[in-house]
Every structure is written in C-alpha cells, then in structure tokens.
C-alpha cells in the first residue's frame, strides 16, 4: 500500500510543473500577496514543487530496501532522454487556454504517467543532486536508477543501499 502512495506522490510531483506553468502564464497571484509583484507568487508556485519533490526523497525511507552486486554489464545515464518529454509538458501548460482544460489535460497525462515506467523520473531531482541512470545486470535486466554518485564506468560498481520503488526502478541511499 505504501509504494502505490509513494508511486502516486512521485507521478504528482512529476507532472506538477505542467500547473505551474499554467499559473505562471495566466498571471494568478497568491490572494494574500495582491498587492506584491506577481513574480512573488511565480516564485512560491515554483517553490512547491521543489519542496514536494524534497518530501519524496525523504520519504524513500520507507521503501523496501535491496541492493545490486556483481556484474553490471552496462550504465548508461538517463537525464537527457525524458527532458524532450517535460519540455512537451510546458508547451501543453502554454498552449492551455482554460483552467478547465488543463484539469482534464493534467488528468490524462497524470495517468498515463502513472501506468508508465517514466513517472520516476521528474527533473526536479536533478534540483537535489540525483541522476538517473539505465543500469543493464549480467542477467540482461534494464533497471532504472536514481542515484546522487556520478557513475562512469561499470568496473567495481555496486549498490548496498538501494530503495525498491518498483521492480524495475531503484533510488540509491548510499551518497555519492
């Protein structure tokens, strides 16, 4: 029950962005913060996010721990493949005409990215130092791994501290 909580929490964090663009493109402003620049309020907006996405790694510690030793056969990093996806998120949030649409639009692509294996990555992590990794074991399985170590060469490499998010997709506890 936890992980489904936890796999939610991180598809909100990862597509809350697509909000915050909206808000920030039709000007809404924090009721209390009326009579301050409305750029107070686009900072708060982005804030949440970033302070969401910090709550999620700390709840990590409530995930299943595992590990991987032995042979990794290949890492090959990640960050740049799903950017191309969030740029498409922000040209969605500014394209949005009307907070209806967007409801129904955050709706469709939240579940999508639930039942996706992409809902893991949010590039706000890359905000708290992590990367994100396709790691490849001698068994020929492709996991996909979160980690704050800057990995690159597969030679000695191994993960003691691992936190299972699902069977495919790890976030490493170990530190860089």
């Known amino acids: 029950m936890l992980n489904i909580f936890y796999q939610l929490f991180l598809t909100m964090n990862a ?12 000007q809404v402003q924090i009721g209390f ?5 409305r750029w107070i309020s686009y900072i708060i907006f982005i804030c949440i996010p970033i ?11 409530f995930l299943s721990d595992d590990n991987i030793e032995g042979n990794i056969r290949d890492v090959e990093q990640a960050n740049n493949a799903f950017l191309p996806s969030y740029l498409g998120y922000f040209f969605v949030a500014l394209s949005v005409p009307y907070c209806e649409t967007l409801i129904f639009t955050f709706s469709i692509l939240f579940v999508f990215t639930y039942f996706s294996q ?28 979160i980690s704050k170590k800057l990995i690159r060469s597969t030679q000695g490499l191994s993960f003691p501290k691992l936190k299972r998010i699902n069977n495919f997709t790890f976030i490493d506890m170990g530190g860089k």
Do not use: C, D, H, M
Request: glycine share 4%.
């Open 15 to 26: 597509t809350l962005l697509i909000i915050v663009v909206f808000l920030i493109k039709v």
């Open 33 to 37: 913060l009326a009579s301050s620049p």
């Open 51 to 61: 302070l969401l996405t910090g709550i999620s790694l700390l709840l990590t510690r």
């Open 118 to 145: 992409t809902l893991y990555f949010n590039p706000l992590f890359l905000l708290w130092g992590y990367q994100f990794y396709y790691i490849t074991t001698e068994n020929n399985v492709k996991i996909f791994l």
